[in-house]
């Protein structure tokens, strides 16, 4: 592989708690949540150009060219870097899409690490999550790729070292806008907010569970099949659901057991994302 070209990891997210504090007057709602990254993700692959055209070779169902996340975010940072450089772009998708796991986020973040090393501009971290939060409220803690305990609408975030289980992560067939969970007149939005840090055990609802299971069969049938085994909760507004287990063999156990009418993944929860672990050993 030459200096031109690079090969990374784009990792999954969980939401291990998430409550909401209240709405802002843009809309936006005020969030407590704690970020940790599973090893677990897309592989994208970039190539320089020389031209200056920014240009995605993997198609997605349903997403245009130019709005995919992984696009804005290369041509976002080409026009504030004033990069003459382009670049091609492949991705083996393997997160599935609305399920709550971050997959375009990540795909955003990666983007803009990878092209950052590759156009050689050494911006900042500061710098390029800033940039990031201006494609998603998740893309600042995929910059960043330490897990983190995350306020405001998900940009204010305080490292943190939650522990490192293995997770069966289930994934009902439905993908959830987040945009039609967070307008749902019945969320609830009135959680106090926690101070204390890191976050007391016994603090690990997710508020939007409710709605999301309300809303989709799906869902609650993954909820109430998981929960037999383990405490089973959403990842930020779902479709996806996710139980701790104490090693990999027994979350595959459960995993084989569920196959039959789920389907899901298992993989190891990690505070240092793969992303950033591959990145430090360049
Ligand atoms: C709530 C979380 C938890 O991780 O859900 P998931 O998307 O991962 O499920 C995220 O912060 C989501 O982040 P992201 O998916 O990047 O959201 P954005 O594209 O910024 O926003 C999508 C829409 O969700 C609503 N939204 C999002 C974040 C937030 N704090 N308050 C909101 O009300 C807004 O209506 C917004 O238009
Ligand atoms: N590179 C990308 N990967 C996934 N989804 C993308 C991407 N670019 C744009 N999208 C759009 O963003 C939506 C949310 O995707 P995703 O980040 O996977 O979900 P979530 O935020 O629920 O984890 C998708 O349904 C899709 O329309």
Redesign the pocket.
């Known amino acids: 592989m030459n200096r031109n070209t690079l090969v990374l990891p784009s990792p999954a ?1 969980l ?1 291990l708690m ?1 409550h909401i504090l209240g ?1 802002r007057e843009d ?5 407590q ?1 704690l ?1 940790q990254f599973l090893d677990y993700g897309d592989e994208m692959t970039f190539a320089v150009r020389d031209d200056g055209v920014i240009c995605l070779h993997t198609e997605f169902p349903g997403v245009a060219h130019d709005d995919n996340l992984i696009v804005k975010a290369a041509k976002k940072l080409q026009a504030q870097s004033a990069c003459p450089l382009g670049i091609d772009i492949w991705i083996k998708k393997v997160l599935p899409m609305g399920g ?3 997959g ?2 990540s795909n955003a973040a990666t983007t803009l690490l990878a092209l950052n090393h590759l156009w050689q501009l050494a911006w900042d971290e500061d710098r390029l999550a800033a940039l990031g939060l201006t494609l ?4 600042p803690v995929f910059v960043r790729g330490h897990a983190a305990f995350a306020e405001g ?2 940009e204010i975030l305080t490292p943190a070292e939650p522990e490192e289980p293995w997770y069966l992560v289930l994934v009902p067939q439905v993908s ?1 806008s ?2 039609e969970i ?2 749902d007149p019945l969320l609830t939005r009135d959680s106090l907010p926690i101070k204390v840090r890191p976050v007391p055990k016994g603090n690990s609802r997710n508020d ?1 569970e409710a709605v999301v299971k309300e809303r989709y069969p799906e869902v609650r049938n993954a909820l109430n099949l998981l929960g037999k085994y383990t405490e089973a909760k959403l ?4 479709s996806c659901i996710f139980g701790a287990f104490p090693n990999e063999a027994d979350a595959d156990k459960v995993l084989h057991l569920l196959t039959e009418t789920l389907t899901g993944f298992v993989a190891k929860g990690s505070n240092v994302s793969m992303l950033h672990r591959k990145l430090q050993n360049l």
């Open positions: 997210k939401n998430l709405r809309g936006y709602h005020e969030l949540t970020f709550g796991i971050g375009g986020s998603g409220a998740d893309v609408v998900g959830v987040t945009a967070f307008s939007c990842t930020g507004t779902g």
